[in-house]
């Protein structure tokens, strides 16, 4: 059985949109046979990287000096093979995440390599996360609008030496309900969603089909605009 850590980076936690396309994600996961533990950032309220002089690196190797909530999260990070990492697009991510990102550098071994032109690192051995999963909602109409955020997760994934196993993306997710319920157009992403979930745990891949199926625009760019100048 495979085990999996996810991250919702949401301040909503489990009352945002954030959370209506993670937790299909996982479902579809632990149908598929993996262990996952959900865990939520702003729960956590870990500082940000504050020693300086990459400590991690150089004074005390794959140990962070700041004793908080990271602590708990470094072992079970030690032990998972997936790392999903779930936020809503800000500006471009929610605080609270962008700490939990910038403290995982005790994982990552200061072995570095020079690889394709880019200066590389990996995790430590005793590190068995082997793919990095974003799933990302955002309120705009254009998928584009994830760009910042799906390029700081991959790379991060590229400066781990691991696989970027994909994103799942919902732009304009409020669209997918109507008066507090799921739409029918709803229902089927996060059915789709799901199916992710499970193809990422049986086939160690998302298809693009599926991410395609995720993402697809549920009203045009123009009705969009028309509905939020008359709100």
Known sequence: MSKAVAINGSPRMERGTTAMILDPFIQGMMDAGSDVELLYASRLKVKPCACGKMYCWSEMPGECCIKDKMQLLYPKLREAEILILATPVYIPLPGDMQNIINRLCPLLDPVLE????????????????????????????????????????????????????????????SLMRQEGELTQDGKA???????????????????????????????????????????
């Open 114 to 173: 020079f690889r394709e032109g880019r200066t590389r690192a990996r995790f430590r051995k005793d590190v068995r996360i082997q793919q990095i999963v974003l799933v990302s909602a955002g309120g705009w109409w254009e998928k584009a609008n994830f760009g910042t955020v799906v390029r700081i997760i991959e790379e991060f994934a590229e400066d781990a030496s691991v696989k970027f196993a994909g994103a799942v993306l919902r732009p304009h997710a």
């Open 189 to 231: 992403v996060l059915n789709a969603v799901r199916r992710a979930g499970h193809e990422l745990v049986k086939e160690g891949v998302m298809t693009e089909e599926i991410l395609e199926e995720i993402s697809r625009p549920l009203i045009s760019q123009e009705d969009l605009w028309r509905r939020w100048s008359a709100s």
